[in-house]
């Protein structure tokens, strides 16, 4: 991270005597000139001894011309830092720092220098790593790899386009903005082959990756790393002029697949026991497909919305489920009879023989499918006193909590309760 104002006066005890002293410095400058914002670009701790008059001029100079902050030296031709140059900085803004005659300016600029240089080699390893990871990534998982990796390594959004302008492969969605405009002058005819802007805060870069009609790679963040992005274009490129054809082959292979898993055919592969999941973005560990304008994945964990458990000859109501659980915005189909409307009035008569801790056992068993042990660690008791207070219910209710009917019943009352 760069060194800021506060952090330099912390390291080297410099007392902080006004403005912000948030804003990370970019070099260090010592001038005893009245008027020093000539020989400055910006982003500067400058260090006086006051020679020159300071005072509302000369800090307003420092201001415009992008000053960080200041550092007064005294013991020197000044005992203390003159009020009206504290006032000023005050008002202005400018972060102010006194420098005692026992710390010399150099130390300051070779405190600055180090943080810097370590910086930069942060940078260059942080560049490496990440050259790296997503050269593993292209070997690995291939273009939809390259994409994901480069999202999460710049904190960002990330999004290949290809050459009609269409997402295929897309990091954080919902945070990518309309780039058609763009897209349309990039991939025009004699086009530019990049472009650069901010965005609401945001740093936006889109790259041609080779011909244009092969695509455009477009990245956002608060600070995207150039080496990082430069990486993920080259290794874009190359892949695409390697992989189109083996893509959408596997493509093809995998569609092919589960409309077999849909007609109840085996496929190799698959756990016995698994879930069918609807997502944005394919994994790239586990089986997915295409399928009628979907991502399918068929895996016992993963993101977006999920049916109940299956194994392979029910893909087909899997698939069914999951459609039914994204359409009501639930994460999994289970969930569907949570969203029922349940009567006040039938949950408090269900519910009324049961005290409060008795509920509360329940609703944990039942959560975990009568499984003692789970419901056990979760409600941080033994699995003898879960079983003692299912016990107790069994003997309020005057029925029995291994009948699926029963369980429902409690199940719905539970969560109406609960609302």
């Keep these: 991270m760069p060194i800021t104002v506060h952090d330099l006066a912390r390291s080297l005890g410099l007392p902080v005597l006004a403005g912000d002293v948030s804003r990370p410095v970019g070099w260090v400058h010592g001038t005893e000139l009245a008027d020093p914002t000539p020989f400055l670009e910006g982003g500067e701790l400058l260090l006086t001894t006051g020679l020159a008059e300071v005072g509302g001029e000369y800090v307003a100079r420092l201001v415009r011309a992008g000053v960080v902050g200041l550092g007064f030296g005294t013991g020197l031709g000044h005992d203390v830092v003159p009020p009206a140059l504290v006032e000023a900085a005050a008002d202005a803004g400018l972060g102010l720092v006194e420098v005692p005659r026992e710390v010399p300016f150099i130390a300051i600029s070779k405190a600055v220098s180090k943080a810097l240089a370590a910086d930069e080699y942060a940078a260059l390893v942080r560049t490496g790593e990440a050259q790296r990871a997503l050269t593993r990534a292209a070997v690995r998982t291939g273009v939809g790899g390259v994409v994901r990796g480069l999202g999460q390594w710049i904190d960002g959004w990330a999004v290949l386009f290809d050459g009609a302008g ?71 490129t190359l892949a695409l002029a390697r ?53 399918v994945v068929l895996a016992t964990e993963s ?117």
């Design 166 to 236: 269409r997402p295929a492969h897309v990091h954080n969605a919902r945070l990518v903005p309309d780039l058609s405009a763009e897209l349309a002058r990039l991939t025009g005819a004699g086009g530019p082959a990049s472009a650069a802007f901010e965005l609401d805060g945001v740093q936006v870069f889109l790259q041609v990756l080779g011909s244009r009609a092969r695509g455009v790679l477009a990245v956002g963040a608060a600070g995207p790393e150039p080496g990082i992005v430069n990486t993920a274009a080259s290794l874009l």
């Design 243 to 295: 992989n189109d054809a083996v893509d959408a082959a596997h493509r093809e292979l995998r569609s092919g697949q589960f409309r077999l898993l849909l007609a109840g055919l085996p496929v190799d592969g698959l756990p016995a026991r698994f879930r069918v999941f609807l997502v944005d973005e394919p994994p790239g560990d586990v089986f997915w497909a295409e399928h009628d304008g979907d991502v």
């Design 303 to 419: 993101t977006g919305f999920a049916s109940s458990e299956v194994d392979a000859s029910e893909v087909a109501r899997g698939y069914r489920e999951a459609r039914q659980a994204r359409q009501a915005g639930l994460r999994r189909f289970e969930d569907l009879a949570g969203s029922l409307e349940v009567p006040a009035g039938f949950a408090a008569a269900v519910l009324r023989p049961l005290d409060a801790e008795t509920r509360a056992t329940l609703r944990v068993w039942l959560a975990h499918h009568g499984a003692w042990d789970p419901a056990a660690a979760e409600l941080g008791v033994h699995r003898h006193t879960v079983r003692n207070r299912v016990r107790r219910a069994e003997q309020a209710l005057g029925r029995p909590l291994d009948s699926p009917g029963v369980r429902a019943e409690l199940w719905l009352a539970l969560h109406r309760e609960g609302q």
